[in-house]
């Protein structure tokens, strides 16, 4: 984002002597700013996004301070007296030192007492996820219209494969009647350095024709399902980045699944692009909120060992669309739509082929056999999200 | 010269900086404790000193606000500052239990900071012998991180 040379208050909400805490505006948008720190020659400050709606909020008591600046991107603004600007730089949340917060429940007045952080990051201030692209061509002010519906395409899709898999595993759902059951809310686009946010997805009920075909769908296992999903989405991450930073991805088809990396190969930063830095922000397993910033340079590498998976003839990976029992096969659908007949060709009369229906994102191995019409793999080993499925 | 304020009680001297108009004419003679943030020890004169008086910019329309000093008058209201504000942990707070001849003070001024007080002294008050620490700089321990 590119400031005024000032960042005079339009409203101050604690004086002290100077103002302390006051909401800036910067072109069309509002910014809440807290000082940090005092510096010899400047004033160091926090500075969110903001809207009236979070202000009304705050001075109201229902939301506290450090949800208001807790936010995934703010910025640290040294200021003179005056409020000009002498040095901002853009930082995600994990970069600001935890001491320049307010303290966790405190309101705006001491009258507010005690607030929830939590709840209030949960509903209002946070999103359930960010992604962010940062490049020379997304920070001008201007965005190209095929970038930003390039941008917004590709992390939908990588969005859906990522929340797809949740679904899938509450009921057999075709790819339409996915589309039509998963909804992830986003947050208005923040353009100029393209941040998308999303709320926590939704499973819409099924309309009333598809009732009759659907089994009930329990939306609270759903709910939990896609919190899950999330969450072990950006544990992967966080692994595939540290992996492809040490330039040891192929370590990561040991034992992790490949939801992750088929979505994140599809967003990861190449060399030459509008973007070279992708940063993505959600809640890990371990309940805090990451950002993990992945430049053009990993990026290259989640690609490449991605491609290199898929196109490899001896594995796939994919998602199961048809099963045929009798004659021990199934077509898995690759992320290009690309269709492989998978032979299990030593039956094992433990394992039940029907269970694979609805399967997503698994990863088959075996002997490729390229064929006119569609490629055959005489199968050796299935694994899923949670291990080996089966082996010959 | 002087500014001089006279109210029914006594007669305030204050520093030829203010505007004609300033303090207010809704400010009260100031008693009981007030606290004070300061940056380092001794407590001194300068202490006192008003954003004007240190050579700062007064913002327009904030010209007797900025001949005063901000003050605390309630031991919630500085712990609450010390929650919000990273910088107020490092300061000392001093503490002292002053007298309508010390100056006038103006509470609510604002309907958005209903704690904030303007403190306007006399210039003849030995303020910086009337101050006592209060509280020491919070440890500069890291608050946990996350909401």
């Not at chain 2, 005063?68 to 503490?95: C, G, L, N, P, Q």
Request: aromatic fraction near 10%.
């Amino acid at each position: 984002m590119m400031f005024d040379k000032t960042m005079v208050p339009s409203e101050i909400l604690y004086y002290f002597n100077e103002p302390q805490l006051f909401v800036t505006k910067q072109g069309s948008r509002s910014l809440l700013v807290i000082k940090v720190a005092e510096h010899d020659n400047a004033n160091e400050y926090l500075a969110v996004p903001t809207s009236e709606n979070d202000i009304a909020k705050l001075k109201g008591g229902t939301i506290s301070l450090r949800s208001a600046f807790f936010q995934p991107w703010c910025w640290l603004v040294k200021m003179d007296d005056e409020f000009g600007i002498r040095d901002s730089r853009e930082v995600s949340a994990n970069e600001v030192p935890p001491r320049y917060f307010p303290t966790a429940g405190v309101g705006l007045y001491p009258h507010h007492g005690r607030i929830s952080d939590q709840t209030v990051t949960d509903t209002v201030t946070q999103p359930f996820m960010t992604f962010k692209f940062e490049g020379k061509n997304l920070s001008e002010g201007t965005i190209s219209f095929s970038t930003f519906v390039t941008l917004i395409s590709e992390t939908y899709s990588s969005l859906h494969k990522v929340f797809s898999s949740a679904v899938g595993s509450i009921g057999s759902f075709s790819e339409v009647q996915l589309n039509r059951m998963l909804q992830i809310p986003m947050r208005e686009t923040k353009l100029a350095s393209l941040s998308i946010e999303i709320e926590h997805p939704l499973i819409r009920p099924p309309s009333r024709r598809a009732k009759q075909r659907f089994v009930a769908i329990d939306r609270e296992a759903a709910h939990e399902g896609l919190t899950a999903a999330s969450q072990s989405f950006i544990d992967a991450v966080q692994k595939i980045d540290s992996l492809a930073r040490l330039n040891d991805l192929e370590q990561y088809f040991s034992y992790n699944p490949t939801t992750a990396l088929a979505a994140l190969a599809q967003l990861a930063p190449p060399e030459s692009a509008a973007y070279e830095i992708l940063k993505i922000g959600g809640t890990a397993s371990n309940g805090q909120f990451t950002t993990i910033t992945v430049d053009a340079k990993s990026g290259k590498r989640i690609r490449d060992v991605y491609k290199q998976a898929v196109r490899s003839g001896d594995q796939k990976i994919g998602n199961v669309v048809e099963i045929n029992k009798p004659s021990n096969t199934f077509i898995l659908e690759d992320f290009i739509g690309r269709k492989t007949t998978c032979v299990v060709s030593a039956p094992n009369f433990d394992f039940d082929i029907n269970s694979l229906a609805g399967q997503r994102n698994i990863r088959v191995f075996g002997q490729f056999e390229k064929r006119k019409m569609r490629d055959k793999l005489y199968l050796e080993k299935i694994e899923s999200e949670y291990g080996i499925v089966w082996s010959k | 010269m002087s500014n001089e304020n006279n109210d029914s009680n006594s007669k305030y001297v204050f520093g030829p900086h203010l505007p004609g108009d300033c303090p207010p004419t809704d400010a009260i003679p100031v008693t009981g404790a007030v606290f004070l943030g300061v940056p380092g020890l001794p407590i001194t004169e300068s202490h006192f000193r008003s954003y004007k008086e240190k050579g700062k910019k007064v913002r327009k329309g904030k010209e007797c606000e900025g001949c005063s000093i901000s003050v605390w008058t309630s031991e919630e209201a500085v712990e609450h500052a010390r929650e919000v504000f990273s910088h107020m942990k490092d300061w000392y707070i001093a503490r002292a239990e002053l007298d309508r001849a010390d100056g006038v003070i103006l509470k609510t001024p604002s309907t958005n900071q209903p704690l904030h007080c303007s403190f306007w002294r006399d210039v003849r008050a030995q303020l910086e012998t009337k101050f006592s620490i209060w509280a020491s700089p919070q440890a500069s321990a890291e608050a946990v991180r996350g909401p």
